[in-house]
Every structure is written in structure tokens, then in C-alpha cells.
């Protein structure tokens, strides 16, 4: 369903080189209206029952992939909508909680206190947003209505300093449960995260890619500033610095290189959106998000690139900004920086569907 004349304005276009002064100007995008708030049940997808870990009901795969317990206990997704008919897979995590706090989203819609309910077994009350993209995405009919499986997660708990092959582990995980979802119905799978969020569902897309089965589905791919570990060479970075060339004046905004095409070498129906400050998400850390580049090596400073399958804008906000748009950015600069985050990806989507 393509909602841009409903909407009102033109989908910007993607093809071919920006011109020389398209990196002056912020990414343009409809202007989507918000969804209704809803208040869902967040499970962890392993139990603790005293002192035993168990695997949740229909949460099976992650145990199974061997990460450890403690970490699979962290890790909560809500089911928003999974109905028997599946045409649509959509999944959209939040990123890397850094505090005992819980953490808000623009993706997700969940509020920084999202986890005060936890218990041993759930979050019983998480509202979301009705301004966040799953939302919006869920009131505008862009996948099948009453056809199509949400789920948010949550906490991933796919943390940056974990070690590979944990990392790994969760990637098996989390893209095994997915796939179990598919039905012999479904023909499209939109996957979305921000920070440490965007580059799990970057991994997982890989693995979606490179199961052979899944070649008559579509994938879609949303990252919001995603962050992968460049010291372990996640998603294959590597410590090459590419600025952003939208930076503000002072900042050292820029993200770690990485060869794009090499980690997606089968890229039939699979379609890619990175939306890229590249500040440091805390001072000295070097963690920083990736970014792909075109030619044989990285350049000093990036562009926006547009490859048919790879879409990649740069963008001036800092990395929670882009994360939520709707709290972090002064008052007055929220409307832009939602229409170059969260109503940019929606428009990028809409483009394609």
C-alpha cells in the first residue's frame, strides 16, 4: 500500500549520486501521523524459578543456541500482534541498556521506565508509544492488517563488550526464533533497531539471507545509528574512521568502516537503510556506528550512498537523538530530526512496498 499521495508530498528519490550540496540538507520524508499507544506484556525468554533457568513457552531457540543463562535472562520481547496468518514478519529492538535504569526508544516506543514492572518471568505493563516506529508503523497499514506478526524487543541484551562467541549465540538465538515464525504465507520481514539494536538485526539479516529457504522472502532492513564492535570486527568493521560530513561545527562525529557488499554477498531481495551520526556514544570508548563506503578503500569523510539494495544518510543528531527522537533533541528541533530518523525510515519503506 503506498500512503504518499494520502499523506500528502512526494517519497523522495534514491537513485543515482547526491548532488554536490545534498549533504547540506537533512534527509526529506512524509510526515506520518502517530498510532495509538498500546500496553503489551514484555516476556524474558528464560525463567528463573529460585535458582532453575528454564526456556519461555515459544522462546525455545534461545537456549538452544547455547548463550549463557544469565544473559538470556535479560533479554524481553512483547508479542504486540501474532496472529495464525503471517504475510508480514516485523521485529524492531531497542538498543543496549547502559545503567540499571530502563531506556526509551523512538523505535520501539517503550519509556525509560519500561522495566519498573519486571518480574522473574515478565514485564506486565509496557506501554508503547504511539510516536515510535512500530507504532506508526502498525496504524498505517503498510504490511497486511490482522496479518502481520509485531514484536518489540524490549532489552536484547546483546551487549557490546560481551565476547564473540556469546554475541554469536545470541545471533543464533534470536534469528532461530524468528525464523520459526515464518509461514508458508510470509513474503516479507522488516527488521529494525537502534544502537547496539541495529547491528543485531544487521547480523540477523544476514542469517535470513543466507538460509536458501527464505528466498521468495523479502527482507527489510532499519538501522538508527546501529553500533557494531569494531576490536572484534563485528559485521566485519575495522578501524578505519569515516566523518560525517554533516557534523556540527566541534564534534568528531564519524563511524568505523565497513565493506557492506562483502557482508551481504547474497543480496537478492534485501533492502537496507542506515540512518548515521557516528558520534561517540561515551567519551573514550571508541564506540562508535558503522558505516559502509564506496570504492576500494574508506574515505576521510563520507557521503550518502544509495546502491539499489544499501541506502545510507548521514545525519547531524547526536546518538540518542537518533535513537529517540522524540525526547532528546531540544523542543525545537524535534520535528526535523523525527523526519530525518523515524518518518525517514517509514518513507524509505513506503517507497519500497
Known sequence: MNLA????????????????????AQA???TWPSGSSRTVVSRRVVTLNGVTFQAAPGFEHFRAAGAPDLALHNVRIAEVD??????ALVVMSAGQKISSSGHSSGVTGQASNWDASCNSVSC?????????????????????????????????????????DTKQRLVNGFSGWLQAQVRPETRAIYLAGSSR?????????QALRANTALDGVTVYVSSFDGVCRNSQGELGTFDSKVNNPVRPWG?????WATNMTAQFPRR???????????????PATGIRAFTAYNGATPPSTGTNLDWGWYKQTWVKWQHKEIGNPYTDPSASEQAQAVADTVDAHLTWLNGLL
Open 251 to 255: 564534534t568528531f562525529y564519524g563511524c
Open 197 to 205: 539494536g541495529g547491528c543485531l538485526m544487521m547480523r540477523v539479516a
Open 5 to 24: 499521495l494520502l499523506l500528502g508530498g512526494a517519497v523522495a528519490g534514491c537513485g543515482g549520486a547526491p548532488e554536490p550540496d545534498a549533504l547540506e
Open 82 to 87: 501474532a496472529p495464525a496468518v503471517r504475510e
Open 124 to 164: 506486565p505493563n509496557v506501554t508503547l508509544d504511539g510516536r515510535s516506529l512500530a507504532m506508526k508503523l502498525s496504524a498505517q497499514g503498510l504490511f497486511p492488517s490482522g496479518r502481520t506478526y509485531l514484536s518489540v524487543i524490549n532489552d536484547a541484551n546483546f551487549d557490546h563488550l560481551f565476547d564473540s
Open 268 to 282: 537478492h531481495r534485501l533492502h537496507i537503510f542506515h540512518v548515521v551520526g557516528g558520534q561517540e556514544v561515551a
Open 28 to 30: 526529506q520524508s512524509l
